[in-house]
């Protein structure tokens, strides 16, 4: 500003106001861009041979000026704190995985790859795998998803397209709400309740499809009516629903999210070319929202796969194999950790730890691969 | 058919098209049309498929068929209903218009059944805790001293409460710096780096809570040698929040305006002066938002103080030394005896918890839905109140003051 005299236009006094500014802001080159090339373009303007009162040399060659980075002592010590944050933040989450596969290994070696294959769950005498807990975890989560999808891409498409406008706002945050009920809660409710109300379900499920095998219940004989219900009770089929109810609000929230960013005009396209309002859902928010339905589904099977307390409530633990899914008895990683620990050897904790790093693998997978589908869905900034 | 023109002065003289009389329009003003809205035959239709459909379904279950229970009952009306309905429009409209009253009615009724069984597992808790809820002692006392046999009116849930309060303390005074900092360190120091952080935050915030748990067992209880104590509890409720909260801080954060940013730096201001005085000032109500649904998360998981907190039926103060229960835990505890009145406790414990997430969820909303033109105007307001309340003291003050100096005077 010293070099600004009283005769100079007042663009070129403007001009240098900002660019003195600029010099002096220290933190303008990296955190942003669009300023810096504002600038840049704002200092060619003003050596041109016009307004040559401004400039030192009307004859240099006319190239934009450097702009160097000279950080205020608060601002190193404040950008050297926030680094260390999200150092020790990715610290924390990469000492997750390394201390399982730590504390895992001895278990891992003893057992090697029979890990993956025995169905027993004997650590202490060196028998002991994760094929039983993985199929019953796959299971459950299976169920879960079945029961989520249907419930809440209805849900996510009420609110986005049906509901009346004053109501909407409510909604949302309704079920946001019920995103945020303990799964305790719903565990109570699964044991208390659905327990004792679904069997009847549950048996004509397996009386019409005694055909199939995943749906036959040993002991319970298809011909007859007056078998006791106390083969359904604690089954792979109770514990697969509570747990989709569980994950149907998250679901349903970010289902509507991409449904309701469905373009407008292609909306209105489609209502003004006669389509009637499934058409035009049809036709233009669900191909859009593809990605975040498919996102949406996998987020919440991470979390079925990963849901312990509600599952170790109402199943009956067992360590074989089981297919039939309205049968008493299954099993799931998280809830053989919850069950299992506290009487644990070190031995029996080690397994625990091979049994809880593979599951926190498997989500670690299924997370990643939804978070992609989702983020491309949504092209990419509001996230 | 009949082309209508408009009527011209000059019209020629054997005119083939014929303007309508002006008696032929309706008198008086013009009716407007209906452009949406329901048709009573729609609502015909509802109703009428809908009372068809229960008495099929009571025909069906108490003569034809050995129904039992009222789920099946109420499965077989749905898809009778659906079926009705179908052909009872079909006898009207076409096939587009029959497949848009379906999937109409499909929608409704999956929305309606998830909001109902959501507010049902809510009212059922309320309802199977209410036996519980009424006693004051369930407030102020714990369970040291009440067996399992023990009627409601002694023993109580203060020690889960304090446990519960204790924990989510500590876990918010380690995830609240580093949560913030970090969503701080995502947005304002772009890079390879801080994507790759990003990344894995964002894989972890599905990080299965027992996974926790077990983690904070293997690493403070088993390596470190710490007690299964309400501290390693809160450790665990803290690697837990920390993804969620990160990544809810994250979003808030970029959605701060960059022209703030940039006329903040312009005016000279560093990146430290800009965060603290533009970009967190503008965000707070964001970040309050993501930092109080992360604590209702935290409050109520139960599984990794399951594994890091240990049980206790007593009061306990100390997070360092000794077990320290929370409700969830307390709630798992309650509901594995068989005994109906700790099955209430139990029940009633839950209600708590549901209402301290309840209250947490609609303080956020309350601080999450104040924009800036919100406060902006309820600023305006508040000053036009103090200045009418200033303006009224003022007159009724010249009135005092007329009277004080006299009786100043008197004194004096």
Request: glycine share 8%; hydrophobic share 50%; proline share 6%.
């Amino acid at each position: 500003m010293s070099r600004s005299t009283s005769g100079q236009p007042l663009d070129a006094r403007l001009v240098h106001r900002v660019l003195g500014a600029f010099d002096r802001s220290p933190a303008c080159r990296t955190t942003c861009p669009r300023a810096e090339r504002i600038s840049r373009r704002t200092v060619t303007t003003a050596t041109t041979p016009d307004e040559t009162a401004v400039a030192d040399d009307p004859t240099a060659p006319d190239e934009p000026r450097r702009l160097s980075t000279r950080r205020a002592p608060s601002d190193v010590i404040f950008r050297g704190t926030i680094r260390a944050g999200g150092i020790c933040v990715l610290v924390i989450m990469l000492f997750v995985g390394s201390f399982l596969l730590l504390r895992a290994w001895p278990a891992l070696r003893t057992a090697g790859l029979s890990f993956l294959t025995t169905q027993a769950w004997e650590p202490d005498s060196g028998n002991f795998g994760i094929a039983a807990v993985i199929v019953g975890t796959a299971l459950i989560a299976l169920v879960a998803v079945c029961t989520a999808l249907p419930l809440a891409l209805g849900t996510a498409l009420y609110i986005s397209e049906y509901a009346p406008r004053r109501l909407r706002s409510g909604l949302v945050a309704l079920v946001d709400l019920m995103a945020a009920i303990p799964s305790v809660v719903f565990g109570l409710w699964g044991v208390f309740f659905l327990q004792g109300h679904i069997t009847s379900i549950s048996q004509w499920l397996a009386t019409v499809l005694h055909r199939v095998p995943l749906f036959r219940v040993d002991g319970a004989d298809p011909s007859d009516p007056l078998t006791s219900t106390t083969v359904f009770t604690s089954s792979t089929f109770i514990a697969g629903i509570v747990v989709g109810m569980m994950i149907t609000p998250i679901m349903t929230s970010i289902m509507r999210e991409v449904f309701m960013q469905a373009p407008i005009g292609e909306r209105e396209g489609a209502l003004a070319l006669g389509s009637t309002r499934w058409g035009m859902i049809r036709a233009v928010v669900l191909p859009y929202g593809t990605g975040g339905i498919i996102g949406a589904t996998m987020l919440g099977l991470g979390r079925a796969l990963g849901e312990t307390i509600a599952v170790y409530m109402i199943i009956s633990p067992v360590f074989v194999i089981q297919w039939h899914v309205l049968q008493n008895g299954t099993s799931s990683i998280s809830a053989l950790i919850a069950l299992r620990y506290g009487e644990a050897t070190p031995t029996g904790m080690a397994a625990l730890m091979a049994a809880g790093l593979f599951l926190f693998l498997v989500t670690l997978v299924v997370n990643f691969a939804a978070s992609a589908v989702v983020a491309r869905s949504r092209s990419g900034a509001n996230s | 058919m009949t082309t209508t023109l408009p009527p011209a002065p000059t019209a020629p003289a054997a005119p083939r098209t014929v303007t309508p009389a002006p008696e032929a329009r309706p008198s008086g003003p013009e009716r407007r049309r209906e452009l949406s809205g329901t048709r009573i035959t729609d609502a015909l239709a509802l109703v009428g498929s809908g009372v068809a459909a229960i008495a099929l379904t009571a025909l069906l279950a108490s003569q034809l068929a050995p129904i039992q229970g009222v789920p099946a009952c109420v499965a077989i009306a749905t898809v009778l209903f659906v079926l009705l309905y179908g052909t009872l429009v079909s006898l009207d409209e076409d096939a587009p218009a029959v497949r848009d009253r379906l999937v109409m009615v499909t929608v409704h009724g999956l929305a309606f059944v998830v909001l109902a069984t959501l507010a049902f597992i809510v009212v059922f808790t309320l309802a199977r805790g209410a036996s519980a809820l009424p006693h004051l002692n369930f407030y102020r006392e714990d369970m040291s001293l009440a067996g399992p046999l023990d009627p409601l009116t002694t023993g109580g849930i203060v020690h889960a409460i304090a446990g519960t309060l204790i924990q989510i303390t500590i876990a918010l005074a380690i995830t609240i710096p580093l949560g913030v900092s970090t969503a701080v360190f995502l947005t304002e120091i772009p890079g390879r780096f801080s994507r790759f952080v990003r990344t894995v935050v964002e894989a972890m915030t599905a990080l299965p809570s027992i996974v926790a748990g077990l983690f904070i067992y293997a690493t403070a209880i088993l390596t470190l040698g710490l007690d299964k104590s309400g501290f390693a509890a809160s450790l665990a409720i803290s690697v837990m929040m920390l993804p969620i909260m990160i990544r809810s801080s994250d979003v808030v954060l970029r959605l701060v305006p960059h022209t703030l940013k940039e006329a903040s730096i312009g005016l000279g201001a560093g990146q430290w002066k800009t965060v603290w005085n533009v970009v967190l000032p503008t965000s707070r109500s964001g970040l309050t938002t993501a930092i109080i649904l992360a604590t209702a998360r935290g409050i109520g998981e139960t599984s990794p103080v399951l594994l890091t907190s240990g049980f206790t039926a007593s009061l306990n103060l100390d997070p360092l030394h000794g077990p320290m229960v929370s409700l969830p835990l307390a709630i798992f505890q309650f509901v594995k005896s068989p005994e109906p009145t700790m099955i209430a406790r139990g029940f009633g414990t839950a209600a708590v918890l549901m209402l301290l997430v309840v209250v947490l969820f609609v303080i956020a909303r309350i601080v999450g839905g104040q924009t800036p033109a919100t406060k902006e105007r309820r600023r305006v307001r508040r000053e036009r109140l103090v200045r009418s309340v200033r303006a009224r003291t003022a007159a009724a003050g010249s009135n005092l003051t007329r009277l004080v100096p006299s009786r100043r005077q008197e004194k004096s």
